[in-house]
Every structure is written in C-alpha cells, then in structure tokens.
T-cell receptor
Framework: KQEVTQIPAALSVPEGENLVLNCSFTDSAIYNLQWFRQDPGKGLTSLLLIQSSQREQTSGRLNASLDKSSGRSTLYIAASQPGDSATYLCAVFPDKLIFGTGTRLQVFP | NAGVMQNPRHLVRRRGQEARLRCSPMKGHSHVYWYRQLPEEGLKFMVYLQKENIIDESGMPKERFSAEFPKEGPSILRIQQVVRGDSAAYFC??????????????FGPGTRLTVL
C-alpha cells in the first residue's frame, strides 16, 4: 500500500531563507509526483508536476526533484517570502492521487 | 475559462440530514474526482467518475455516500443521514482525459461541511 510522508510537519522561518521540504513514498511504481500549495480555507494550487521519467522541474523560485528509486522528492524554495506561507502537499499517482499530510510553512518578515 | 466550481462553499447540516455537494468541472473536462480532507488529516481519494459512469469508488465509505456525474449538469456527492464524523472539506477535481497514466487534475475551492 502506497504511503506518502512529509517532513517536517511544520516550519517557521524568517523571510529570505532558502528552504527544503521533503516528501517520501513507499512504492516507486508511480506515474508522476506533484507538489501543491493549499492556503487556509482554500483549494489546492498545483505548483510543479514531475513525470516519472524526469528528475526535476523548476518554476520561478521553486525547484522540485524526484528520485524514484529511493522514493523521495524535495521541494526547494529560494529566497522565501511571507506570501509563501501556506501548507505544501506532495502527491503521487500510481492509479489515483495519494497525498501526504503536508508541511505547514510560515515565513515571517 | 472558469476553473472547477463547487457549491456550496460552506454547508451546515444537523445529524441525520442529507448533504448534497455539487461540482462543475472545467470546460471540456469529462473526468471528475472527489477527495475528502478531515480535520488535521491529508486529502484522501473517494471516487473517480466519467460522464454517467463510476470508474473507481475504492475510497468511498460503504454506506450513506454516493456520487454521480450525469450526462448533463454537475457531479453530485451525496451524503445521507450525516454524522459529526462527516464534517470535513470535500474537494472536487477534474481532468480532460483519464485512463492509464496521469492527466493533470485541477482542483476546486472545496465545500466545507459542518455537521452539528
């Protein structure tokens, strides 16, 4: 059974820091991995989608890597800003989206 | 091009009542997915539907919950005789195609159900 774990569960940092959020999954048989952002009381916004044949994707200050063999992905956020404060979710797709429980990020000025 | 729409955004029901949650997929999308997010828990897959067909309902509770996606109109997630444990955020997502592999799912803003 596929399980997705995210570490840390919560993170509080001052503005400007570079951050690494971790996601691990137990079964490497996935089509892809996706990182989402969820703001309080809101829906999900897709940040990055990494196909299983890819090793990383970049969008602006965000970079996500995927190592299928070790069952790990990291989301790197450069030069964090207060507007980055949200919960970050990773999800893998073997035959349905399976989500981790998220990392709650707080960036303070 | 409007995104995925869900209504109502907030729904309050008393124990024993019925809850009906609606989801209108993005224009041109014929695949709909429902997820539930219990307080302090991650999102969990409930059901995957195509027009007039349930493709995968492996995440649906065995009783009281049903879903449909008719030929015309929105997808409906129906919860009969609600209990306090049904209080959660229910998210809908849609994609343009489905089947093998992955086609990016776009999420709606969710319906927050509170059962008193």
């Amino acid at each position: 059974k596929q399980e997705v774990t995210q570490i840390p569960a919560a993170l509080s940092v001052p503005e400007g820091e570079n951050l690494v959020l971790n996601c691990s999954f137990t079964d490497s048989a996935i089509y892809n991995l996706q990182w989402f952002r969820q703001d309080p009381g809101k829906g999900l916004t897709s940040l990055l989608l990494i196909q299983s044949s890819q090793r990383e994707q970049t969008s602006g200050r965000l970079n996500a890597s995927l190592d299928k063999s070790s069952g790990r992905s990291t989301l790197y956020i450069a030069a964090s800003q207060p507007g980055d404060s949200a919960t970050y979710l990773c999800a893998v797709f073997p035959d349905k989206l399976i989500f981790g429980t998220g990392t709650r990020l707080q960036v303070f000025p | 091009n409007a995104g995925v729409m869900q209504n109502p955004r907030h729904l309050v029901r008393r124990r024993g009542q019925e809850a009906r949650l609606r989801c209108s997929p993005m224009k041109g999308h014929s695949h709909v997915y429902w997820y539930r997010q219990l307080p302090e828990e991650g999102l969990k897959f409930m059901v995957y539907l195509q027009k007039e067909n349930i493709i995968d309902e492996s995440g649906m509770p065995k009783e009281r919950f049903s879903a449909e996606f008719p030929k015309e109109g929105p997808s409906i997630l129906r919860i009969q005789q609600v209990v306090r444990g049904d209080s959660a955020a229910y998210f809908c997502a849609s994609s343009s195609t489905g089947g093998g592999g992955y086609n990016e799912q776009f999420f709606g803003p969710g319906t927050r159900l509170t059962v008193l």
